[in-house]
């Protein structure tokens, strides 16, 4: 008997990653604190680290996706505001999982450099630019990074995406740069604006499949053969 790896999605929101790792061979199971009614797979609302310490060894790999407002520029908008600061906290609980895991967040959050990759969409012909960094203790590779040729619109944005401009992903964007931009159809504006595009996690989890191993047994359906683990 044979099954597709199975994939825990933490704060997941509405399921930019989850796509990414579908598309790339697992069956994903995501969790959020908040209700997430557009999530495209199976969801579950509860407290992540509660949810990965009770099952994660039901999983063959682990995704994260910490909020990341305490790390982001933008929190010298709302100064008094306080964040959720949780990557220590997940990365512990990761670490004690023993499975496969990755953990995304923007560029200026505290991720170790030596074990995390840098994605952007340009390397996937996105028409945003949006630098994310994943860390894993499974060896990553990113595809080669373009030039940022294409200029992006912060202001005037429907206008100037309609002149071939990129986008900035955030605030009120609507939800109709979503296809190009993104490779998101599903989501509203809000939504896109917490999400990562599916090409970044798809690309990451056709890496993390040639690292699993099957604590049962059971041999993992694989789409590429090539990637299957040894018996």
């Avoid at 840098?118 to 595809?143: D, K, Q």
């Avoid at 690309?203 to 993992?220: F, S």
Wanted: charged share 20%; net charge neutral.
């Amino acid at each position: 008997m044979s099954r597709r790896p199975r994939l825990l999605d933490l704060c997941c929101k509405a399921g930019g990653a989850a796509m990414g790792y579908h598309a790339a061979g697992f069956d994903v199971v995501g969790v959020d604190i908040e209700p997430q009614p557009n999530y495209p797979f199976e969801f579950h609302r509860a407290d992540a680290i509660e949810f990965l310490t009770e099952h994660g060894h039901e999983f063959d790999a682990v995704h994260a996706s910490p909020p990341c407002q305490a790390y982001s520029p933008l929190r010298a908008l709302s100064p008094d505001r306080t964040y959720p600061d949780l990557i220590a906290a997940v990365r512990v609980s990761l670490d004690i999982s023993g499975r496969p895991y990755v953990i995304e967040n923007v560029m200026s959050a505290p991720l170790a450099r030596t074990r995390s990759i840098t994605l952007c969409g340009a390397m996937f012909g996105l028409r945003t630019y949006r630098h994310r960094r994943f860390e894993s203790r499974v060896p990553l590779r990113a595809p080669t990074h373009p030039r940022h040729d294409v200029p992006t619109a912060t202001r005037r944005r429907r206008e100037r995406w309609a002149q071939g401009w990129n986008i900035s992903v955030t605030g009120d964007v609507g939800r109709y740069v979503g296809p190009a931009a993104m490779g998101i159809d599903w989501m509203t504006g809000d939504e896109l604006c917490q999400a990562i595009p599916p090409a970044y996690t798809e690309h990451i989890g056709q890496q993390l499949l040639t690292h699993l191993t099957d604590p049962t047994g059971e041999q993992l359906t694989l789409f590429d053969t090539t990637m299957e683990r040894a018996a």
